[in-house]
C-alpha cells in the first residue's frame, strides 16, 4: 500500500469545476520589531533602498503595493515605537484594544441566553443595542 499525500480531503465528487482550491498564504504578517526598524532605514535611505535592504519587503510580488506598505507604518511610527518598545509586544503582529475582545464567562453567557430566549417566548425582537446593555 502506497502512502500518498492526498492534497485535497476525500469525500463526494465535484458535478463541476476543480472542487477546493488549496491554500496559498500569499500575505505575510509583519512583527512590530520589523516595522520599527523598516521604518527607521526608511528616511536615511529613500523607499528603493529600504524596499531592496529588507528581504521580506523584497518579493516578486509588486512593489507598489509595499511601497504603500511602508508608507502606512511611517505614518503610524508613535504606536509601532510603543508596541516595538516593549519586549512583551515587540514580536506581535497586530494590536487590539482590550475591550474590543473580551468573552464572558460561561454564567454570564447563560444568563444572556435565557434572558434572549424569554424575549423570543414572547415574539419581542433583540437587537443588537439591547444585547450590548445587557452584557455590560
Known sequence: MSQE??????????VSGEGRQEKIHTRQPYDYAFKLNVIIYYPTAGISDTLSRFPSTAGDGPKVSKRKLVLKWKQQRAQIEHHAGTAVTSGHQFSRDRSLATTLPQYA????????????????????????????
Open 109 to 136: 453567557e447563560t444568563s444572556i441566553v435565557k434572558w434572549i430566549n424569554e424575549f423570543h417566548r414572547d415574539s419581542v425582537p433583540v437587537s443588537s443595542a439591547m444585547l450590548k446593555t445587557r452584557a455590560f
Open 5 to 14: 499525500k492526498v492534497a485535497k480531503p476525500t469525500g463526494r465528487r465535484c
